[in-house]
């Protein structure tokens, strides 16, 4: 997986995940709750094809929003 992010992303993305929203993980789990399309519509416009969210204390989760992106971790060897 960190192959692809570096790809994606480039060679720190094992280390440094891509931007994302600042505030409080329970805010993120609120707006991906109520308005998950549009909470994640304003996080691309603001961060960029690639993003981080936060929405509970476990792992954060990335997101791709470029369709080529999505292809190219569902296709490239593991």
Not at 6 to 35: C, N, Y
Not at 40 to 64: K, Q, S
């Amino acid at each position: 997986m960190s192959a692809i992010l570096d790809t994606l992303v480039g060679p720190s993305a094992h280390t440094e995940l891509p931007p994302g929203p600042r505030m409080p993980s329970i805010v993120q789990a609120l707006g991906w709750a109520l308005r998950p399309l549009a909470f994640m519509d304003r996080c691309h416009r603001r961060y960029g094809e690639i993003f981080t969210l936060r929405v509970r204390h476990g792992r954060p989760w990335v997101f791709l929003t470029n369709p080529e992106d999505v292809k190219h971790v569902f296709t490239t060897d593991p």
